[in-house]
């Protein structure tokens, strides 16, 4: 599946976003997901299937100030 993630384009096999950022090996209680500019909660990052081109904007914490 063709995915547009954090504005580049990939090729993945997942069909959730679960299974994306586990692809990507995003770990972490402290995740931001969107999907088409929708923010998507933890607990339903198991059930939100993907669908070609979509957006994923994925954000983590940054340490430092």
Not at 5 to 32: K, R
Not at 45 to 57: F, P, T, V
Request: glycine residues 8%; hydrophobic residues 40%; aromatic residues 4%.
């Amino acid at each position: 599946m063709r995915l547009i993630i954090n504005g580049e384009t990939q090729i993945v096999a997942a069909t959730t976003l679960s299974q994306l950022l586990t692809a990507l090996e995003y770990e972490g209680e402290w995740l931001a997901t969107a999907v088409n500019g929708e923010l998507i909660h933890r607990e339903e990052r198991d059930d939100h299937a993907l669908a070609d081109n979509d957006r994923i904007e994925i954000l983590t914490p940054m340490q430092g100030g």
